[in-house]
Structures are given as structure tokens and as C-alpha cells.
């Protein structure tokens, strides 16, 4: 064979080698894709996920999130349709686990260092009746009283400790001309949330009074209820001229334009106030004189994997490196500012506010949302826990219902569905 053939044979093989590899190497590339309702979230998640690809050059993520109303329809939707994403945010108790009753997210128990880094009541929001983990643990938010410092100082007014002095702070702010808080009604979820269950703890007694509601020890309607529904219809008087049309952006916006003095909200708006011209902080919303001090410390949202994705191996890759140590700084640094990471690996936060919603939780007691674990759903959809106390909330800040008649309002509509009040 002359050189010239050898010289030829040898280019063809060289090509070929290197159009298998080209084609191996395209082949062994992943893409997935990752559901949330987080649309304000885009730019950390990609972040998030570029630091996950660089360790992982041949899986890449697409984050694809959903308008937050519609994400727990849309995602089931999707299931049913088999175009659901292979990676999903999961929400807590009722409303994950009947995805994973479903058969619509994966058993996820089994994946290494899942039960090192995070302690049972840290997987229990996404666990089912017998221990089985649908999700990872990712975030929690936690609820407080955004107030104007700057105001604060011009009034003389020092943080309230009790409800009491609360009521007196609002008292004392009107007087002078100030609007004393922010919250509206038109956005329903805004004042159920973030204003109700912020201070429902303080009233209810934390954990062990909300449990001694959801297994029907306590009625919804009782005494310590009714002054849950008295509060709320004592702060009314305290809320912007027409708060029942503002919507939740409106209230954000007059407190950020030093319309209100304060404003009951998450610390997943911090960022919201980065570049107002004022000094603001937070303190938590204080108990009634006599009762213990609680936070609601929210669990709020765990990573589920696809009991269907065509992609497994990777999928899991990606669940295991979010509560890894090589990922514990792109985590707590990466996500939105003001949602905490559960790993107990997780990384010191630098941002000042957030680190000041933290240390809401020194020397209190935390609970999560008052509905969520077990009130979220029910068999007509409609008549929820979570309704009710929204409806009910609205009524008595409208002055449509008295306080005990709100508190009897809940109780009656949980009797129609919830087992344990329909004793």
C-alpha cells in the first residue's frame, strides 16, 4: 500500500473518530427543565443553574416558571397532558402529597445525605403518612413587620412587645397624621397570609394550638379564634383610606413612598426596598400580654423530581448538588433575597435585612402558615380551610361580620368536609 493511501486511511479514521465522539458527546448532553411559580426569580435560578452546569458540563437546567396563581393547576395539568417539567417546585403538606399520591412526583427517600442534611421536621412539609420524601427541602420565608425607622425616631415610638402596644403604635401614628400600615384587601391571599397568619400563632398558641385545631381538640370558633378576628378588626381602622380596592403591589408602593409607617409582609420582599431613601428594618409582630411570642417561619418551597422524566440519573444529580457542600455559598447566596436554605450545611447570608428576619427567631417560638398543613385542600376545591379564613378575614375588616361571627363562619364551613370538626 502506498504511503499516500496509508496517509488517506489514517484522515478517514481520524474523521471518524472524531464525528463518533462529536455525536457522543452531543448525545450525552441533558437538557432539563425546572417548573415554579417564582416568575420574579428568573435571574437567580439562572445563576443558580450555571453554577450547577459548570460543575456539570453535560446537564443544563431551563427554568421555567408559572404566574403563582395558576402554578398548582398548571403543574397538574401538565402532568396529566405528560408534558410536565422533569424538575418542580413542591409545595408543603396537602397540596405536594396528593401530587405524590398522584403518582406525579418521584419517591426521592433514597437519594444519599437526603436524612444527613435535613432533620425530620425539616422533610416532614413534603413527606407522606408513612416517611416516604416526595422533595428536597430548599427554602422558607419568614413574616414580620416591615417599619419606617426614620419615623419611628421622629415619633419617639419604640418596638411594641405586645399586641397592646401595637394597637397603642397605630393609635399614636394616626394621631399625628400618619398612615400607621400599608395592607390592603383586594389581593385576598395578601391579607390571609402575610397580616392573618403572621400573628395567628401569637393568638392561637403556636404549634400545639394549631394542632389542637386540625385534630378537632379546639374549635375554630373559640374564644382564643375570636380574638385572632378581633385583631384583625381592630387594625382595619389603621389601614390606608380605601385599602379595601388597593391591591398588594399598591401597599407595597406606600410604604416604599413613606405613606404608611408600616407593613406586614415577607421577607421575600426585601428587595423591594433596596433603594428607598429611608432607614427601614423589621421587628415581629407581638403576642397578646400574657402570651408566647411566635414567629411564622414558613416552609416554603422543596425541589420534587418527575416520576416520569425521561432523565433520572441527571435529575437526581441535580437534587443531590443543591443540598451538597460544594453548592451550600451558590444556594444561600444565590437564591432570592429573603428565602433561607433548610441544609444544614447552608452558608452564612450576607444580606443585612434578611440576616435581621432571622434573628425574628431568637427567643421565639416559629410555626408555619396556620392552614397549610392540613387546610389547604378539600373535596369540592372551593369551601378550603384556606378560603375561609381569607373570606372570613376580609368580612370582619369590612365590617360585614363580627369577629365571632367570622370565627363561626370558619367552623361552619370546616364542618362540611374536615373529619375532625364534623364530630
Known sequence: MSLAKRAKIV???LF????????????AKVQLTMGSWRTDDVANWNTILAAFNQKYPAITIKFDPTNPPDYNA????QFEAGIAPDLAFARTYD???????SGYFADVSDLPGLKNQYDSNARAP??????????VPLAAVSHGVYYNVDMFKKYNIAIPTTWEEFLAVCKKLKDAGVTPLANSLKDQWDINEVFLMSIAPNFIGGPEGRKAYENGTR????SQMVALFQAMKDVAQYCPKGFEALTYNDSSSIFATQQAAMYFDGSWSITNYKDVPFTWSVFAPPPPRGMKPYVTFHIDAGLA????????KEARTFLQWVYSDAAADTIANGLPTGFFPMAKNASKINEVHANAFLQLNAGRGTDVRLTWPKLMTAPSGDITGYNLFG????????GKMTPKEAADSVQTGLAVYYPPQMK
Open 305 to 312: 423530581m418527575n416520576a416520569k422524566t425521561k432523565f433520572p
Open 126 to 135: 413534603w413527606a407522606d403518612e408513612t416517611g416516604k420524601s416526595f422533595a
Open 219 to 222: 374549635r375554630f370558633n373559640d
Open 16 to 27: 471518524a473518530a472524531v464525528a463518533l465522539a462529536s455525536f457522543v458527546s452531543a448525545q
Open 11 to 13: 484522515a478517514l479514521v
Open 74 to 77: 398548571t403543574l397538574r395539568q
Open 95 to 101: 397540596t405536594g402529597i396528593s401530587m405524590f399520591k
Open 391 to 398: 373570606q372570613a378575614t376580609i368580612s370582619v375588616m369590612t
